[in-house]
Each structure stands twice: as C-alpha cells, then as structure tokens.
C-alpha cells in the first residue's frame, strides 16, 4: 500500500509539473508577442489594397470611377482582383472576360502590379462565386462536377492572361481555402492541390500565392504549397456572441508564425494580403450609423493598423477597404480615411 501511495504522490508530482512548464511557455510566450515592437526597419514595406467591383457595386459606387480615383489619385501600385466566376462565365463555355480585362489594360498602363485570384472561393461575401449552371448549392455541389468544371475555368483564365500581361506578378488559387468561412463547399486539400497544379502546369513563370487566416490557423497547410504565403490580419472583430473584441496579441504573434511556416513549410516568404481597414459592424456595413462605422474603423485606427503591420516583419502590406474609404469620401462627403491612406501610400 505504502508502494502504491508512493506511487501515485510521484506521478501527481509529474502532473503538476508538466501542467507548471506548459502554463510557464503559454504565459512566456503571451509576455512575448506582446513585447513592443519597431516599425523602424521595415518602413519601406509595400502598400497595396485588394479591390472588388462588386463590392464597390454593392455600395452604390460607380467601380470603374472607385477604380481609377485608386490608382490615380491615392497612387495605389499595388493590388489584389478576384476573378468571379459567376460573373466571367454566367452560362457554361460562354466567357465575358470585358469588365476584368478593362481593370488589367488600366493597371498595365499605370505600371500597376496585380496579384489575380482565381478559384472559387475568392475576396468579399459570400466569399464563393460558382455559376448556378454548376449547382444551385455552393455549400453542397458533387464534387467531381465541380472540380472538373472549375479546373476547366482556371485553365481558360490562365492561358488567356499568361502571355502578354506583364501587371500580372503572381497568382492567388483561392482565398483562405483552408478557413471554413463564406457559403462554401468543405474544404477540399486535394481540389487546392490538383488547381495548384494546373497553374504551374500551365504557367511556370509566375509565383503562387496560398493565403490563410492570421489568428485561426497554423499557417501550414497553405504555406507549404505555396511559393507566397499571404495572411489576413483583423485586430477587431465582431461576433452576434460575443459583440465587439480585441485579440489580444501584438505584431510577434505574427513573427512566431512565420518562424513556425519556416520550420515546418519551408516558406520564407509571407506577406499581409488582408489588414483590417474598414469597418466590421453587425449586419451590413454601410446600413449601420455612420458614427458606428467610424467607431470602428476610421483614420487613426487605419494609421495604427499598418504600423501593427510593419511590425511583423512582411515586407508587403494589402490593405482591406478601399472601397469604403470611396464611399465615406464621395457619399459621406467624409475624406479623412481616404487622405490618411494616400499619405501612407505616397510617403
């Protein structure tokens, strides 16, 4: 009986320790990514936003003028376009490339640097863009259907654009294709692979972009397969649960996880693909008050996110909302967010 007591004092002996030395790394590593951290040496990241002509539609805006009014007046030099399938190939086999190819000839003439995304889960609500003729459900669509009629688009998107469109620099196959968020079909690793695949297959000069979440992922799984790994970063989110909250991290969260893609990925190159710069309210963003939405998201908050993001380390920094700057500008005759962007831009 002694033996046994003895026993079972060593072995809660052993429990509390280990428990002691994981709660002592949890609390060490919290102290860590919330260390003070220098924007000094990476003030000459890249600014670029991602744009969204339905987005900008959606919000009333004229999206050729939102368009142009970035790349003229804020000077953008650097941007993301989704290419939405439902709106290129609305009847099968029949393409209407016109409203894509006008933003391209626009930024080529510009000297304006494009990361194009392709697939079918791309930038902005409801994240997935696949033709009714491919199922009415994109949450439960047959998957072989499925992969070979979004192959057989990438494939016709790639070799239209390959050759002859230098702004072109990269290409993204799907948005965050590893976080389950949007009216989406599951996750499909093998899907993501075999697009992947026909990228390179069919356009070997360009790098490939894999982008995941930045505070609900490991990073991982897209970092391995692609040659750019690109993370969004939201500081403040908003849940019907939960209201309003703060992560509680500072910019070394970010630089543990791309030592953790280093290690495990092999991928030394990560960059901010989505930083908070517009509002996240209940609902829509523009039905809410416009005091609400500046609450939110406004010029110093702007300003404070990306030197949170220069803190990281990523040398390249798309910003999310640039669309809303244009409408607080030109419909809530409110320049402050816009002016702050072109600040950052152009400095």
Not at 268 to 297: F, H, K, R, Y
Request: with cysteine; aromatic share 12%.
């Amino acid at each position: 009986m002694k033996k046994i007591i003895a026993g079972a004092k060593k072995t809660l002996q052993l429990i509390v320790y280990g428990v002691g030395i994981i709660l002592s790394v949890i609390i060490m590593l919290f102290i860590y990514i919330n260390l003070p951290a220098s924007a000094a040496k990476n003030n000459d990241a890249k600014i670029g936003v991602t744009f969204s002509s339905i987005y900008a539609e959606q919000i009333g805006l004229d999206w050729r003028e939102a368009y142009l009014a970035m790349i003229d007046d804020l000077q953008i030099k650097y941007v993301r376009l989704p290419v939405y399938w439902d709106r290129v190939e609305k009847s099968e086999g029949v393409y209407d490339f016109a409203d894509l190819d006008w933003q391209l000839e626009q930024a080529r003439s510009r000297g304006v640097e494009i990361v194009l995304v392709i697939g079918q889960k791309v930038p902005r609500w409801p994240e997935c863009y696949v033709p009714k003729w491919v199922g009415e459900d994109p949450s439960n669509l047959d998957a072989m259907r499925l992969k070979s009629k979004l192959l057989k688009f990438d494939e016709v998107v790639i070799e239209r654009y390959k050759n002859g469109h230098p702004e072109i620099t990269r290409w993204q196959v799907e948005n965050e294709p590893f976080l389950n968020f949007g009216i989406c079909s599951k996750v499909d690793p093998a899907l993501l692979d075999a697009e992947i695949s026909k990228v390179r297959e069919l356009d070997a000069t360009r790098p490939i972009m894999v982008t995941d979440s930045g505070e609900l992922s490991l990073w991982v799984n897209a970092a391995k397969r692609a040659d750019i790994f690109g993370t969004t970063m939201y500081r403040e989110v908003y849940s019907k649960e939960m209201g309003h909250w703060r992560y509680p991290v500072g910019p070394n969260f970010f630089k543990i996880k791309q030592l953790i893609i280093k290690l495990f990925a092999d991928q030394d190159n990560a960059v901010v693909i989505e930083l908070q710069g517009e509002p996240w309210v209940a609902g829509w963003t523009i039905d809410a008050p416009v005091e609400t939405q500046l609450a939110s998201m406004n010029a110093e908050i702007l300003v404070d996110n990306i030197e949170f993001a220069k803190k990281t380390g990523m040398k390249e920094i798309y910003v999310w909302g640039v669309e809303w700057w244009y409408y607080m500008k030109t419909v809530q005759n409110n320049p402050t967010i816009w002016e702050a962007a072109k600040t950052l831009v152009q400095k």
